[in-house]
């Protein structure tokens, strides 16, 4: 039991390593043109823990993807930081599985678009050279400690109340089965594993 036991842990945080790397090189192709109103999340299942990972455009969590300037734009970033920190709030899951937050890493990333001549030439004639050039991104890391992560079965979204500017998540799921894709929306925002 002890062996397969930590096969079983070595299997699930190694797919979520292959998760957590496939996104960060998702991220650094994404310094260019990325899609606003989509997300990506990762949840790994192991034993009675689950991790997630959470990436998404300032323009969906806040409405503006340059560096916070006004009162208002930065109250509307430390709520939503604050909102983010609360993940069951926003990724539900059955109360039988008895899931508790043990950590919440949120933070905003503000990352360089790669230089298009076409859009630098418009932005510089538009006076906003700076806002084109940037965009930030939140990304937040969870632990969840659970009673029966069995029981997690499903998972509804009210990220999607929270966050207006949200359409899309695409959603990877690790667990004992393997590796799963989904894709959860404002309109089909139910995921069943």
């Given at each position: ?51 997630m ?8 969590i ?25 993940p ?106």
């Amino acid at each position: 039991m002890g062996l397969h036991h930590h096969t079983g842990t070595l299997f699930a945080a190694g797919m979520f390593i292959v998760i957590s790397t496939a996104h960060a090189e998702e991220d650094r192709r994404e310094l260019g043109p990325h899609v606003h109103g989509h997300g990506t999340l990762a949840i790994a299942f192991e034993a009675n823990n689950v991790q997630m990972e959470l990436a998404a455009p300032g323009m969906d969590i806040v409405g503006f993807e340059h560096e916070a300037e006004t009162a208002e734009q930065k109250s509307a970033v430390e709520t939503a930081l604050a909102d983010l920190k609360e993940p069951l709030k926003l990724f539900a899951m059955p109360d039988s599985a008895g899931c508790t937050v043990t950590s919440a890493d949120v933070k905003v990333v503000a990352e360089e678009h790669e230089d298009h001549p076409a859009t630098a030439e418009a932005g510089e004639a538009a006076g906003s050279e700076e806002h084109e050039a940037h965009h930030t991104e939140f990304r937040a890391t969870y632990a969840l400690a659970c009673a029966d992560t069995a029981q997690a079965a499903w998972l509804d979204f009210p990220f999607f109340d929270r966050f207006a500017g949200s359409a899309k998540l695409g959603v990877t799921v690790v667990d004992a089965n393997g590796q799963t894709a989904f894709e959860v929306s404002r309109e089909a925002r139910y995921l069943e594993r």
